[in-house]
């Protein structure tokens, strides 16, 4: 399904792509995931998308936040939202 979405940008000239919440499942994930999500990121970065993505509930704000400059230099927008 991702790269289902890899693909959508590509065919269609997407300039955004925005991710609003729930990046992973929950508050410390798995190894996998966090490759998973790095992984379909730079993808969407090398289609020609800018990426913004928000925490949600199962999302920790503050990993979401850590490398906040690094992340953002790389052509993402993180917007981690503190919980509250």
Known sequence: ????LVRLVE???????????DIYDRAL????AVKLCNSILGQLRAAGAKVIITSGNHDSAARLGFAAELI????????????G
């Open 72 to 83: 953002d230099a790389a052509g993402c927008i993180s917007l981690p939202i503190p919980p």
């Open 11 to 21: 065919e269609r000239h997407i300039d955004v792509v925005l991710i609003s919440g």
């Open 1 to 4: 399904m991702l790269e289902e």
């Open 29 to 32: 994930p798995q190894v996998d």
